[in-house]
């Protein structure tokens, strides 16, 4: 291992089990499976791409008898680290993408058995001829198996939940016993026969075992979708508006997106063809991108028994006019989302971006904001902050940007004194969460040791422990401090 | 313990974490903390009531110190056996239910904090004035202590999910180490900082640690509601019906509830003061309560753009006469609650009731029923299936009735058999659950370990070992064969 390669051993078995085309040696083939989507850089001596769960089990079962760590990978667009090796090259990386030629759905059930490997587009594409999709809406496209490990969640959680709330089923490849095949893959909204293991599995940054199949609860695909871009009289009242649409709408509440001023001025400096969706010079301090969504389709006949989104978008906000809003651009779904899913991307535009996904209580969003605002400004006045969030889920990308072009030279130093900060801040002061959809990996584990109680980590050590006491599946230690 | 009584040191250190009200010990007032709803009657020396957290902490270590075993007990409404003692007095009961000082609501956040021992009822009184409540829609009014165990479903899952997915948090004291505090009350709707621990309590039987307090997300109240009764063609229809209904007015599909002739028949005959909703003669062979509902005001004003459940309602089974429906009545949603929830009511006056708990993926729900009629038609032709069943979340009660004043007398050991016919069938052909909604306990741990495979029972036993390696904490076991 490491410095001296693999055993010959080892690598002879790898190649039977495995073929040709299932196992990557050469440094050129492994380079794209040792870099993450935003962090994680490090090497591998091979990369291991079964296409069977069977061939999984033999890996698994080789890997323990040599005592060969491994790194799980699926599509490899986490955003912890949590899927690539370190530099240390002990690891080998065990690519689920093969594992991809089950798909089986089951639409009177609105269910679908599908392999660990198979994408979120891939899902989708089989699904919409049965007009049914998984509804967990992201930027990137990730496996399945990636998505349970990460337990994703996405810009319509508020409807839809995130990937917990919709995961019926799986199975798992263990690594103590070494290869024991753990099939749990009831199609069942109901099932309450003992501790539920699947739930083992979700979230757990592929520290527990190896997902190779899942069943998913699926869902219609809505058939009406109403949009607007609003804006809020003042930051309170982008609560209270969240109040009213739950209350009048809330059937239908599919997305509320709150957009800073800072954010949408990048968006439309930096991002081409967008217009101001407002007067071609105003920006607005802030504003929130709403969508309802049914998955009845509208019925037009004028008659009062139908059911019609964008009318009753419509006069939901006309009766918020004066106190709660200011003004609302309804309509033009596509060109609303592009702003949102823009930001990011024009953030890089500005300089070096320091992303954030935290969450709290809804009821303490105002609050942390004006507070984190006025802290960064009092403290780190160069740093712009331009913040987006899903308020309807506590979620907040509380992103920022260090401009380039600046007197002060960017330092990774004070960017780990900013993320203390508004971490310490969220966890401690607002009982929020300095991770809400992107999980934990070697990225952000110091702040799990941080933030975590010692009773927390003692548990999660002793189930990690179990179910991989030598410590061969990935980077991730949730015991207490290594 | 046991025969020989508490020792005295025991005793004197209970009294003292206790005091007067918190320990019984005279047989009479342990009575009613012995005897399950419906299965589960055992003795006790003492039934332990704290009022507090911290009273539970100082029991929890006193018993570790004295090896004593306790069985967890919330309202005692279970139905599995696994909140009362066994016969052998090895048992002391620790009964939840003085710990509800803590009911805090987050109206902004939709959430609330609730001591354990709180009942259902008691929460929702304490959320109406806020126009919110906690959903799972039950007969019985457990604790919510103990909906978390055992991970409760209910009449209108299909729209609210169970008790796991409106758990946001709980706090829970472990066996071991001995009055460990495991605190994960974050009141947040998505926060993936490693594995979510507090998964590991639900569904647990109380089986892996005492839950003191819980972070429940709640909803609004509905302000409209659409109920009927509908007549599918045929068998086949219930779900064709099932499917428009998700179809045309899923958003709002809160109930789907099927029941059988023989099940309505029996509600006429025994229940007082319900009549028949069809002709007073004609009993359907099958029938569906439809439950739609909104937390938007009905707006009557008569433009398009309000929401009006029973015009919507009424609109979609229109459409639906001729090919799928048969006949329908549609209001008066009192009395036709009023007719499902009599059905166990009505069933206990035709004989002895053989209640199941059963689900399957709903695409098999048309093949597991005509093939269960038929076998109980040949192997028992006089037991008399009356059965009624969630069908929008898969879930069925297969119930039956021996009925009293027969030439065959009721036998225990042709129940089991029967028992056993149907699970196998549910489980073995129809990849279904024997215990939907109603956990595992020594009622049916028997079923627990026919059923689950070697792999998921010693990962269970595992997680059990680990959170309680002295056995202390409840009857139920679920690692491999004892």
New interface residues.
Partial sequence: MGDDGLSALLLSDLKTILGELGLLLEPADCARYVSGARYGNGQTLAVLRPDSHQQVVAIVKLCSEHQQALVLQGANTGLVAASTPDASGHYLVLSLERLKKHIVI??????VEVDAGVTLQELNAALEPHGLFFPIDLGANPSIGGMIA??T?GAR??KY??V??NLLGLSAV?MH?AG?????Q????????????K??F???SGA?GIITRAVLQVH?IPQQIATALVVPCDQAAV?ALL?IL???????LTAFEGISGAALQSVLKHIPNISNPFAPDAVPDYCVLVELS????L?SD???????LE??L??CLENCFGEVIENAVIGRGKDLWRIRHSISEALRHEGKMIAFDI?????SLLAFRAQALQSMAQKYPWVKVMDFGHWA???MHFNMVWPSNLAQVYSDEVVQEIRTLIYDMVVREF??????????GPYNIAY?QR???Q??R???G???H??DPHRLLGLTW?GESV
């Fill in positions: 089951d639409v009177i059930n609105r269910s990460a337990n969640g959680l508020i939940g995130d917990r709330k263990l016993p024991e095949e753990l099939m749990l009831a199609a069942l909204f109901k099932n309450n026969t003992g501790p539920d293991l739930q083992l979700i979230g757990s527990h219609r609560l109040q739950e209350q009048k709408c809330g059937d239908f049914s998955s009845a389709e019925i004028g008659s009062n028994s139908g059911i019609n009318a009753i419509d006069r969450s709290m209580p809804r009821s889920d506590g979620g009982h929020g969460s300095f991770s809400a959809e992107h999980g934990i799990y933030y975590t109680s009773a927390a003692q548990l999660s002793k189930i990690q179990c179910l949730f």
